[in-house]
Structure formats: C-alpha cells, structure tokens
C-alpha cells in the first residue's frame, strides 16, 4: 500500500489534528486493515475517532481498538469486552448518559469526558509495535493540548501510559506506570493510571469492578479539587 507524501497527510490533517480519517502512515498497520475489511466487510476498518465533549475534564487514553469492539463499530470500547466495565463505571460517576454502549447511533452521550487511543487503528493481535504508537503519537499530543489545567487524564495500561508520557516529552521512571497511581504533568493536568478493563484483566480479577471504582473515585476527588 503506497504511503501519503506530508503534503497529501497535511491536506486532509493539518497540524493539530486530534484524528485523520484516512491515515495510512503505518504500512502494517493499513494493510491489516485492509485484509480486515475483506473478511469483514461491515466492520468500520479505519483509524477511530475519539469519541466525546471536545473540552473534557476526564479524557480516557486507552490502547488501541479492538478487532470485533471499536474497530467493528467505530467508536473507541464499543462492541467488545473492553467496553462493558468502562462504560458502566462512567455511567456510575456520571460521565455518561448510559452504561452501555451498544453502536454509535445508540445515543449515549459522554458528559464531561472523552476518550481515545494511544494508536487509532487496529493492530495485529492486538499488539502495535512502538514504531505505530509513536506514529500516531502526534494526535495524542494535540489532545493533550486541549486540556485545561484542571483536567485529569487516565490511562488504561502500560503502553498508553508511555504514549501519554511521551506526547508530553516526559520519561517513565520520573512518572512510573502502577495501578491507582496519580502524577501531576508539567500542564497541571493529572495522570491517573489504572490497569487496562481488557477481558483478560478482569477474568483474571487482576482488574476488579471495586479496583476500577476506586480509580474512578480518586478521579472524582481530584476533579473537585481534593489533593492527591
């Protein structure tokens, strides 16, 4: 698959984009999707916007979408088990409209929060290489941007961890990745970090419904100005 020339990539994303619909920058990445797209011809197959309020106070930073959930739907842990303990532990806080998300014309609405992905397409086997999550790092980046200095950001595993890190130009051993942990960025912002709601992490109770609440629970205090 032929990449795009910058000035191709900056005609449909120009600088400070938060998604390009059409990026095909990850060779690997866009011919999985094509090979994806030929065996499921109704799945979205393309790089999955972030979904939700434009200024948040919470942005969701998760992995990457996932093959029959976001990748499928179009909607970032929509469709898979991902999505079941996230979206319900957003309902409970209040940061959205409904505990579940079914598809994206369902009408759930997040209030106060968004979320995206470290990378935005479809890696195999669920794994991208770091080659792909410093790629699309530049749209994490503008995100980031975006967020006032009250704003918190959580992170679902390691590697959007280090995406979040990276996109602020800060290194992991100042800013350690363990579940509940929360760090103040340069910006003001907070970084909460949890383990990733993954069906494997909760089937194996590494991740609990009552471990995520009380990430959820620290959010809010720190959103209603309680110190960390």
């Keep these: 698959m032929k990449l795009r020339t910058n000035e191709e990539i900056h005609a449909v994303n120009p600088i400070g984009a938060v998604h390009d619909p059409v990026c095909v920058r990850c060779s690997r990445l866009a011919t999985h999707l094509a090979q994806v797209s030929r065996e499921y011809p109704g799945y979205f197959c393309g790089p999955v916007p972030p979904f939700g309020v434009e200024q948040p106070e919470l942005l969701v930073v998760g992995l990457a979408p ?24 957003l309902f409970d ?6 505990p579940v998300s079914a598809g994206v014309n369902d ?22 290489l ?46 350690p990745f363990t579940h509940g942990a929360v760090h103040t960025l340069p910006s003001g912002s907070r970084l909460v970090s949890s383990y990733h709601c993954s069906r494997y992490n909760t089937q194996t109770r590494r991740l609990t419904p009552e471990m995520f609440r009380a990430v959820f629970q620290r959010i809010n205090a720190l959103l209603a100005g309680v110190p960390a």
């Design 66 to 89: 996932g093959l029959h959930g976001a990748n499928a739907s179009g909607r970032p842990f929509t469709g898979d088990h991902a999505g079941i303990l996230l979206y319900q532990t």
């Design 93 to 98: 806080f209040g940061f959205a409209s409904r």
């Design 107 to 128: 009408g759930l609405e997040l209030i106060r929060c968004r979320i995206t992905n470290a990378v935005k397409c479809l890696p195999p086997a669920n794994k991208p």
């Design 130 to 175: 770091a080659a792909e999550v410093r790629t699309c790092n530049g749209y994490l980046r503008n995100e980031l941007k975006r967020l006032n200095a009250k704003a918190v950001v959580l992170t679902l595993g390691r590697i959007a961890h280090g995406a979040v890190l990276h996109a602020c130009g800060l290194g992991i051993k100042r800013y």
